[in-house]
């Protein structure tokens, strides 16, 4: 069965420091999308993405945050600079079409630790 | 906007019982999908049942089912015969007119061999 793949599983870095998440979607699926999940909290919308352009962004997603889809394949998530309250689990979704009905799947998320 | 609430923290079921976990949504969109997911404590994120909002029937697939009442804007799963591989954390989830998705805060469901 396709799915979403995510690496790295888990990331460990400094303050500061720029982090890159990388996710492959499914590979006829249009729409990608980033979540995280702070430990213990609820599921949070970062940002959607189609057609190469980003189609809606939540207020967590600001200049610190950057999607790239650079060849196709790949969906990357990048923090510039590293905050402690960015530890969370970070989940990339990607479905096939704007229908209601496309479920979205899930890849396994990417726990990011900001030392 | 969307808003999602499962006022269920946690519940416990005995196995191979049923067990009901409450989902009530508030939308603006006249169009909308109500979708299950499960997150084991090992991570991912799987999907399990979507109903939409015209949908005449409740959803169902195998042990699950949706209990959609629209008009009292409530979208609960029902889990029945319960196995202890259920034993996860249980979100709804809405998604309206636009590509965002919304995630209730979740359930903690624990199976009781």
């Known amino acids: 069965e396709p799915e979403v793949t995510q690496t790295p599983s888990h990331q460990v870095t400094q303050m500061g420091q720029e982090v890159i998440l990388r996710c492959v979607p499914i590979?006829?699926?249009?729409?990608f999308y980033w979540y995280r999940q702070i430990l213990g909290q609820k599921v949070e919308f970062l940002v959607s993405f189609y057609n190469n352009e980003i189609s809606e962004k939540s207020e967590i997603f600001d200049d610190q945050f950057s999607v790239e889809r650079p060849d196709g394949s790949n969906f990357t998530l990048k923090i510039r600079s590293t905050k402690l309250e960015d530890s969370a689990m970070y989940f990339c979704a990607s479905k096939t079409g704007s229908s209601g009905a496309n479920v979205l799947t899930f890849g396994a998320g990417s726990r990011l630790t900001v030392l | 906007a969307q808003k999602i609430t499962q006022t269920q923290p946690g519940m416990f079921v005995q196995e191979k019982e049923a067990v009901t976990l409450d989902c009530t949504y508030d939308t603006s969109d006249p169009s909308y999908g109500l979708f299950w997911y499960k997150q084991p404590s090992s991570g991912e994120m799987i999907f399990l049942i979507y109903?939409?909002?015209?949908?005449?029937q409740n959803a169902t697939e195998g042990r699950y089912s949706l209990n959609f009442q629209k008009a009292r804007k409530s979208a609960n799963l029902v889990i029945s015969a319960s196995q202890l591989g259920d034993s996860a954390m249980y979100f709804c989830?809405?998604?309206?007119?636009?590509?965002?998705?919304?995630f209730g805060i979740g359930t903690k469901l624990q199976v009781i061999p």
């Open positions: 109903q939409g909002s015209y949908d005449q």
């Open positions: 989830v809405t998604r309206g007119g636009y590509q965002k998705v919304t």
């Open positions: 590979s006829n699926h249009l729409y």
